[in-house]
Structure formats: structure tokens, C-alpha cells
Nanobody, 122 residues
């Protein structure tokens, strides 16, 4: 089970850190990712990292502003979001995929959290 938290309302240019805590199983063997879904739009890839955290992947729209990381000892994945823009407004979901599968393909993820809402005001 994945539990996302840390969303909220922030002004443009501000920062938020999302957390995704895993329970019920050990996710250290899984690669992790974050997706987001804005109203009326499809769920899109945001960021991902491998199980060891050595490789990271980012959507072009967030590259240089967002950072994904993980703490396997705490079974938690983070998404640090800086320089937020109104277009970053969405529900953010964390997800887990098996190693070796595509990092950016939504269908590769087998476990999903419930989502946390991020609203960026202009």
C-alpha cells in the first residue's frame, strides 16, 4: 500500500515536498515514480527513479525544478518541487513498478497511492 501526502496550496514560485510512504510490503525492490493528473487531462508521468535510486527520470516540464529521491530504510519516496507554476496544479500519485520495466510508461506501474492534491496559485 502506498500513501501519498504533502500536497496543499502554494503560490507560484513556492515549494512543496511530497512524500509517499509504503506499508504492507517492502518496496525497496521496486522502482518508484510520480505521476500527476490535472482536471480534464490524462494522468502523466512526472518523475521516476530506480530501486537503488541511482538513475532518475523527469518529464521535460519539471526537469530542473523537481527532484525525486527515496529512503529505503523508511520505505518512503519523496518529490521535492521547487519554482512551482500554476500549470503544476494536479493530483499527484506515487506508484511502484518492477525493476526493468519502463520508467515513464504508466502501464508499467503495478501499485498506486491514492493521490495528493497540489494547487499552485498565480
Amino acid at each position: 500500500q502506498l500513501q501519498a501526502s504533502g500536497g496543499g496550496l502554494v503560490q507560484a514560485g513556492g515549494s512543496l515536498r511530497l512524500s509517499c510512504a509504503a506499508s504492507g510490503r517492502t518496496f525497496s525492490d521496486y522502482a518508484m515514480g510520480w505521476f500527476r493528473q490535472a482536471p480534464g487531462k490524462e494522468r502523466e508521468f512526472v518523475a521516476a527513479l530506480t530501486w537503488g535510486g541511482g538513475n532518475t527520470y523527469y518529464a521535460d516540464s519539471v526537469k530542473g525544478r523537481f527532484t525525486i529521491s527515496r529512503d529505503n530504510a523508511k520505505n518512503t519516496v519523496y518529490l521535492q518541487m521547487n519554482s512551482l507554476k500554476p500549470e503544476d496544479t494536479a493530483v499527484y500519485y506515487c506508484a511502484a513498478r518492477r525493476p526493468g520495466s519502463s520508467a515513464t510508461f504508466r502501464g508499467a506501474y503495478v501499485y498506486w497511492g491514492q493521490g495528493t492534491l497540489v494547487t499552485v496559485s498565480s
